[in-house]
């Protein structure tokens, strides 16, 4: 059973940067796509980025140009480069991996916070 651990996360003001940390323990996520989500109160989890085992990417366009997911496989961790934050992009963000050790409905981090401040 993979376990993912986000990191990361605060409070930032408009304009800003942060990048988010998944790091994964339990098995090996090097052949799983990567996904981040995020879950702002009162509304549904969006998609933010995923990234395949092969390192082809895509971005939700909400946050294209701003936002770049990137993995390192010895570290079996997946980035979130968020840069020119928005207050809208104030939300937990959830990392997920989905693939041969992670099969079915894949496994869930728990989340880190990130408040944008305006």
């Known amino acids: 059973q993979v376990q993912l651990v986000e990191s990361g996360g605060g409070l930032v003001q408009a304009g800003g940067s942060l990048r988010l940390s998944c790091a994964a323990s339990g098995s090996i996520v090097s052949g799983n796509v990567m996904r981040w989500y995020r879950q702002a109160p009162g509304k549904q989890r969006e998609f933010v980025a995923g990234i395949g085992s092969g390192g082809s990417t895509n971005v939700a366009d909400s946050v294209k140009g701003r936002f770049t997911i990137s993995r390192d496989n010895p570290k079996n961790t997946v980035y979130l480069q968020m840069n020119n934050l928005k207050p809208e992009d104030t939300a937990v963000y959830l990392c997920?991996?989905?693939?041969?050790?992670?099969?079915?409905?894949?496994?869930w981090g728990q989340g880190t916070q990130v408040t944008v401040s305006s």
């Open positions: 997920n991996t989905l693939g041969p050790t992670a099969p079915g409905d894949g496994s």
